[in-house]
């Protein structure tokens, strides 16, 4: 399974992205899906992760402000990120949990900029 994220760019505070995921290869390999953050010589941190059910959790400091979602049949997932602040801006990176164990899958980043 390769994960391929696309969907990042600029855009002025209180703007919105719209960030999706697919996983190309066995899909159905993967379960629970999620975006995390990171920067260069920082640590990695969770923004939010999907079932394969709809079951959603967020980090406190998106609540109210993203959405995550996904359309298994389409082995996708998005991240609806509106009212967008400065602190949001990071590189994004989509992840998915392997069904039968091991490693999860990670993707490439995709970069957010939110310019004050």
């Known amino acids: 399974v390769q994960l391929q994220a696309s969907g990042g760019g600029l855009v002025q505070a209180g703007g919105s992205l719209r960030l999706s995921c697919v996983a190309t290869?066995?899909?159905?390999?993967?379960?629970?899906m999620g975006w995390y953050r990171q920067r260069p010589g920082k640590q990695g941190l969770f923004v939010a992760m999907?079932?394969?059910?709809?079951?959603?959790t967020y980090a406190d400091s998106v609540k109210g402000r993203f959405t995550i979602s996904r359309d298994n049949s389409k082995d996708t997932m998005y991240l609806q990120m509106n009212d967008l602040k400065p602190e949001d801006t990071d590189v994004y990176y989509c992840n998915a949990v392997r069904r039968f164990g091991g490693p999860d899958y990670w993707g490439r980043g995709t970069l957010v900029t939110v310019s004050s």
């Open positions: 999907i079932t394969r059910s709809g079951s959603a």
């Open positions: 290869g066995s899909g159905f390999s993967v379960t629970t």
